[in-house]
């Protein structure tokens, strides 16, 4: 079974960096398209960035030219690279293997003004 484990997540003031990793236990993170996703509270979880299975990647408006989604088949670990960041980017990260539909249980990310 793939497991899916998240970290890297953390507060850190407006214009910051996080770089957030996704642990692939079980299945090989470049067989697959892996997607990041993230839920403010209160809210649907939202779409953040996607990597394809072909090497394709596809970013939400509001993060494009911020956030830098990659993978390292040699460590079978997604990441997900946030630069600028901003107070509306608070949220619990997760990655999701697009195949299966299997989530991480999430990274929480907090941006303070």
């Known amino acids: 079974q793939v497991q899916l484990v998240e970290s890297g997540g953390g507060v850190v003031q407006t214009g910051g960096s996080l770089r957030l990793s996704c642990s692939v236990s079980g299945g090989d993170v470049a067989a697959v398209t892996m997607g990041w996703y993230r839920q403010r509270p209160k809210r649907d979880r939202t779409f953040v960035a996607l990597f394809s299975r072909q090497g394709t990647k596809d970013y939400a408006n509001n993060v494009k030219g911020r956030f830098t989604i990659s993978r390292d088949p040699a460590s079978n670990t997604l990441y997900l690279q946030m630069d600028a960041l901003k107070p509306e980017d608070t949220a619990t990260y997760y990655c999701?293997?697009?195949?299966?539909?299997?989530w991480g249980r999430g990274t929480q990310v907090t941006v303070s003004s």
């Open positions: 999701k293997n697009m195949y299966t539909g299997e």
